[in-house]
């Protein structure tokens, strides 16, 4: 996680991106975040959607 004192942007979350290619990379305002390889066989976490389903 990068954690910046202004806000980063688009072209910040594309460099950081091309570094983590293979991973989820995510940008809310101020702060990237390069999230953890799900290990093999196990399915993906559901997403903040799935888990306020009824």
Known sequence: MATGNTD????????VRRQ????H???DGD???V??????GR???PG???R???
């Open 8 to 15: 980063f942007t688009p072209d910040d979350l594309t460099l």
């Open 20 to 23: 983590f290619a293979a991973r």
């Open 25 to 27: 990379v995510t940008l």
């Open 48 to 50: 903040p959607q799935a």
């Open 52 to 54: 306020n389903s009824p």
């Open 35 to 40: 999230w953890p390889r799900t290990p093999p």
């Open 31 to 33: 702060t990237i975040t």
């Open 43 to 45: 399915p993906p976490a």
